[in-house]
């Protein structure tokens, strides 16, 4: 593993601005487009810091600890044994390309599912978000619905794609270590 995982600092937020400037980035996800201030940012990561019921994590390299994105898990449902993971954002440009997002997309599955006691974890995408899409098959998530014409980006809409996976396909990965 090149990467590791930890909470967000507040500090963080001076690495995280100009990824979320980047319109590539923004195109990327199924939110919103917006404007957003240095402010705005860092109360953003005040905010997820201080969320209970969500957990946002910097993505960081093990050779000198500097952060180059982050991911999110959302909507933990211990009664139900359920989570989303929120999407995987590499924003230093240099760690788009090769394993860095599955290694922190497999280090996020191992949290949720063997910490946090997990049993299905799911997620969506926009349905030409290939690579998103192709990332989560690589962890084992699978095609399990489709939203036609459900989120408006771009002046136009867009489908989502809906993925899952168990514990148990989680535990019969070969994702190394």
């Known amino acids: 593993m090149k990467v590791f995982l930890r909470a967000f600092n507040v500090s963080d937020f001076e690495v ?31 905010d997820k810091i ?19 994105g982050y991911l999110s898990i959302k909507e933990i449902d211990h009664r139900y044994r359920k989570a989303m993971i929120g999407g995987i954002l590499i924003g230093n440009k240099a760690y788009c390309r090769g394993t860095t997002a599955l290694e922190a997309g497999y280090l996020a599955m191992k949290y949720v599912f063997e910490e946090l006691n997990i049993n299905l974890l799911w997620t969506y995408a926009l349905e030409e978000q290939l690579a998103t ?19 408006f980006k771009g002046g136009k809409y867009h489908n989502e794609i809906f993925l899952c996976v168990l514990s148990e396909e989680f535990n019969q990965l070969n994702v190394p270590e």
């Open 50 to 68: 201080f969320n209970t019921k969500d957990i946002y994590l910097a993505i960081c390299l093990i050779e000198n600890q500097e952060m180059i």
């Open 16 to 46: 995280i601005y100009p990824w979320l400037l980047e319109k590539k980035n923004q195109s990327h996800t199924t939110g919103y487009t917006y404007f957003a201030s240095k402010d705005y940012v860092k109360k953003w990561v005040e």
């Open 133 to 151: 899409i192709r990332l989560c098959e690589k962890l084992g998530f699978k095609k399990t619905g489709y939203l036609p014409q459900s989120v």
